[in-house]
């Protein structure tokens, strides 16, 4: 009965949903800009250099200096999970934007006509099952990996189990469904606690109760 009022404000006033999704966005946003992050990665790799050099001459590494690293890893992980969300909002509200146009009639005279389904129906290999392996993945891989090294085992895991819409391309992110979907669930894995959330920029790693 709550989702049913809670729906009906946004059906009476649809400025509401419009707001809220805005007030979401701007929570999502990390506001880093590009030449921020670029320059955290810099700094992220310089230090990362330095820790080994110290590393590998016996000589003990400032707390200071770990620290430092820590900080940098955590906020260019943040920023990734941020842009990931926005990435599958965009692709969402496209898909939203295309079946609104279509039901107004505004769909371009030379494509076919978008029926009320508007997404692809075809099946989908369920995020559970992304997630298991995803954690599979990892675990192969030495509990941590680069995102790329994931994507491809997860790929290798599931040939031949794909589903026709895991198959399908998405325009909006440069990539299968499934390998958006992946990293969607990988979002999700970070904020439940089963993925590391301050794990290195482009890196995927268990937390050590995933291992």
Not at 3 to 10: A, T
Request: charged share 30%.
């Amino acid at each position: 009965m709550s989702d049913d009022v809670g729906r009906d404000r946004f059906v009476k006033d649809p400025g509401l949903l419009v707001e809220l999704c805005r007030e979401v966005i701007d929570e999502l946003d990390s506001g880093a800009s590009d030449s921020d992050v670029a320059e955290r990665e810099a700094q992220l790799r310089e230090i990362a250099k330095t820790i080994e050099r110290l590393e590998k001459a016996s000589v003990a590494v400032p707390e200071v200096l770990r620290a430092e690293k820590t900080r940098l890893a955590a906020s260019l992980a943040v920023h990734a999970d941020s842009t990931q969300a926005l990435a599958q909002l965009a692709d969402e509200f496209a898909n939203i934007v295309k079946d609104l146009k279509s039901r107004l009639g505004q769909t371009p005279s030379n494509a076919a006509p978008r029926t009320r389904g508007k997404r692809s129906q075809a099946p989908k290999t369920d995020q559970v099952v992304l997630r298991e392996q995803i954690i599979r993945a990892l675990r192969k891989l030495g509990g941590s990996a680069r995102v790329a090294e994931v994507i491809e085992e997860v790929g290798r895991q599931l040939e031949g189990k794909l589903l026709p819409g895991d198959l399908e391309w998405r325009e909006s992110t440069n990539e299968y469904v499934w390998q958006n979907n992946a990293k969607w669930a990988r979002y999700r894995m970070s904020q439940d606690g089963t993925l590391r959330g301050d794990s290195p920029y482009g890196i995927w790693a268990l937390t050590e109760n995933s291992r």
